[in-house]
């Protein structure tokens, strides 16, 4: 059983940076690959990015590329999600997910979840 917690969310101004970070307890981190999911009010979850387990495949939704870079530490358990150039439409609770498949890239694919952390982008 994974434990994931995610921080680091909060208020932003449109083009602005959120950096949000998720520890993981409870397992082999390095055995998963971990994926950030987002969800607006209203809406499903949606994909956002992933990182295979060794850090050598990374999967990005087309409306994030060139904006977030999704990183991990192994050593630390830990993964990260650098958010830059934000905009009114990034606003959701962001989710941390650990998935045993290397390419994972729907909720149905993931295992494990976090509880999320809320990210506003003011315009």
């Known amino acids: 059983q994974v434990q994931l917690v995610e921080s680091g969310g909060g208020l932003v101004q449109a083009g602005g940076s959120l950096r949000l970070s998720c520890a993981a307890s409870?397992?082999?981190?390095?055995?998963?690959?971990m994926g950030w999911f987002r969800q607006a009010p209203g809406k499903e979850r949606e994909f956002v990015v992933a990182?295979?387990?060794?850090?050598?495949?990374?999967y990005y939704a087309d409306s994030v590329k060139g904006r977030f870079t999704i990183s991990r530490d192994n050593a630390k358990n830990t993964v990260a999600l650098q958010m830059n150039s934000l905009k009114p439409e990034d606003t959701a609770v962001y989710y941390c997910?650990?998935?045993?498949?290397?390419?994972?890239?729907?909720?149905?694919?993931?295992?494990?979840w976090g509880q999320g952390t809320k990210v506003t982008v003011s315009s």
């Open positions: 990182i295979s387990w060794r850090g050598g495949s990374l």
């Open positions: 409870g397992g082999t981190f390095s055995l998963y690959t």
């Open positions: 997910a650990a998935a045993f498949a290397e390419r994972a890239t729907i909720p149905d694919s993931y295992a494990y």
